[in-house]
């Protein structure tokens, strides 16, 4: 993740994104923090970081990956997302994607999330172009018309979901403040920015 020249401007745009966003010395909980990467980022600019992993393998690397922070009580993981109370929640790469309804989530979140803190989604953009060259995207094209929402058939689960589908989830608890690209970008770029603000 680290050496990938395709994402890690993806992945520095939206550490930067947190990081305006984020008052000075706010906590913040990375939901699916993987091997730690993000978290590391927000530790070192004066966050406390939670962390929620699911996976084992990835809770081995991120104990290698930030050791240090985590000895230091920097980085905190939680077994439970509802463990800590944060003014902001983080989701990069697509991990909310892996969600088939994201209600409950929202819900849930809402009790973690100080009032007028904010979760930050990095989603799989459904309406990118690139993706017209596969069967499977002409294929729910309609999906996502009518529903607005759709899964690809694969191992990871993977769903694609238009903004508004998110949107209407995520209240009353949130509302969708800002979307990242808008209008022509859309077509082009694999991934959107999502933010919500806990109302």
């Known amino acids: 993740m ?4 395709r994402d890690q401007p993806v992945r520095e745009r939206f ?3 947190v990081l305006t966003l984020l008052p000075k010395g706010a906590d913040v909980l990375d939901f699916g923090a993987g091997t730690g990467i993000d978290a590391k980022v927000y530790a070192g600019h004066g966050h406390r970081a939670f962390v929620y992993e699911p996976s084992d393998a990835m809770l081995g690397h991120l104990a290698v990956h930030c050791g240090e922070e985590i000895a ?6 939680v077994a439970l997302p509802l463990t800590c109370k944060v003014y902001a929640v983080t989701a990069n790469f697509a991990v909310l994607d892996h969600f088939s309804d994201h209600t409950a989530l929202f819900e849930e979140l809402s009790r ?16 990118c172009l690139v993706d017209a060259r596969y069967a499977w995207w002409r294929a729910n094209l309609m999906n996502l018309v009518r529903r607005g ?5 694969s191992e990871s689960g993977v769903h694609r979901f238009a903004p508004r589908v998110v949107a209407r989830a995520a209240a009353p608890h949130f509302r969708m403040e800002r979307l990242i690209p808008r209008g022509p970008g859309l077509a082009i770029q694999p991934f959107m920015f999502l933010m919500f603000r806990r109302v």
């Open 15 to 17: 550490q930067k994104l």
């Open 112 to 127: 973690v999330v100080d009032p007028g803190g904010f979760v930050l989604a990095n989603m799989v953009n459904p309406y």
């Open 149 to 153: 929402k759709y899964a690809v058939p």
């Open 2 to 5: 680290l050496a990938s020249k």
């Open 72 to 77: 230091r009580e920097s980085i905190i993981r």
